[in-house]
């Protein structure tokens, strides 16, 4: 989640990072995906600070818990 700088700001806005978002096509998501990068080059965007992982994570198993509050 990105959220504005204070100028750009409206109430409690924010915006999904480009590189975390969902694409409706693989070109849209690829020519996205290459504007955030340039974006993140050029310091108009924040990387996305991902976690190394030594192994991969464990695969879920079952059906999800899904309850609503």
Same mark, same amino acid.
């Given at each position: 989640m990105l959220r504005p700088r204070s100028e750009e700001r409206t109430g409690h806005s924010y915006?999904?990072?480009p590189l975390a978002a969902k694409y409706e096509t693989p070109e849209a998501m690829e020519a @996205?995906?290459?504007a955030a990068l340039a974006r993140i080059q050029a310091g108009d965007l924040p990387n996305l600070k991902l976690p190394t992982?030594?192994? @991969?994570p464990p695969a879920p198993t079952g059906r999800p818990k899904l309850?609503?509050?």
């Amino acid at each position: 989640m990105l959220r504005p700088r204070s100028e750009e700001r409206t109430g409690h806005s924010y915006r999904l990072h480009p590189l975390a978002a969902k694409y409706e096509t693989p070109e849209a998501m690829e020519a @996205a995906f290459r504007a955030a990068l340039a974006r993140i080059q050029a310091g108009d965007l924040p990387n996305l600070k991902l976690p190394t992982y030594h192994q @991969a994570p464990p695969a879920p198993t079952g059906r999800p818990k899904l309850q609503v509050a």
